[in-house]
């Protein structure tokens, strides 16, 4: 995440976190929304090949005109520790195309 990359949150917090929104069957990277609507592993694997997903550059490219943007910066919620929110607009492309990564794989 942007936030433990940061050094916003710990490792530790970041896990909590996502152990949370997983405890409410929500999905945290595309692989898991794909799992959550297939029987097996092998039926997972073939439903992610017969989508055409978008790269992260492609991901990156839609966020420029997201309705969020404010004076030509996106307003991103971090974490900064548990239980506190934070507003940044000083989000790099590199610091986004990893989170993208993250949650394509």
Known sequence: SISRERGLI????????????????????????????????????????????????????????????DHGKIRFILLDGIGNAIIETNVRDDELLQAIRLILR
């Open 10 to 69: 710990s490792e530790a917090e970041e896990k909590q976190g996502v152990g949370l929104i997983r405890s409410f069957g929500l999905p945290v990277k595309l692989s898991d929304r794909i799992a959550s609507s297939s029987k097996s592993k092998e039926d997972c694997r073939a439903k992610a090949l017969q989508v055409s997903w978008p790269s992260p550059e492609e991901v990156l490219a839609a966020t420029r005109s997201d309705k969020k943007r």
